[in-house]
């Protein structure tokens, strides 16, 4: 049975941090990439960042880049996604998804989370 949990979201502050977690079970990780989307009230949900496990390749969305840093422990099958200068407009339901190959976007994901709701307000 496949599993894939997102943790580590809540309220923080612009300017502020928090690092998320993505743990997944039930296929093999190291063969899979593993992407952080984001969703927030009234639009489309977006990449955010993606592990590549076929070339290693990391990506990152220009709206985050440099603040924002992907990281996965395949020997504990978790994915981070370390978030720094937080400001109001990463306000979102960040989820974690697989997907045995390269990074997609949305559409080409096989396996999602749940999500965990990250709020940036003073």
């Known amino acids: 049975q496949v599993q894939v949990v997102e943790s580590g979201g809540g309220l923080v502050q612009p300017g502020g941090s928090l690092r998320l977690s993505c743990t997944a079970s039930?296929?093999?990780?190291?063969?899979?990439?593993i992407g952080w989307f984001r969703q927030a009230p009234g639009k489309e949900r977006e990449a955010v960042s993606c592990n590549s496990s076929s070339d290693g390749k990391i990506s990152y969305a220009d709206s985050v880049k440099g603040r924002f840093t992907i990281s996965r422990d395949n020997a504990k099958s978790t994915v981070y996604l370390q978030m720094n200068s937080l400001k109001s407009e990463d306000t979102a339901v960040y989820y974690c998804a697989a997907r045995w190959g390269y990074c997609t976007g949305p559409i080409g994901m096989e396996y999602w989370g749940k999500g965990t709701l990250v709020t940036v307000s003073s």
């Open positions: 039930g296929f093999t990780f190291d063969y899979y990439s």
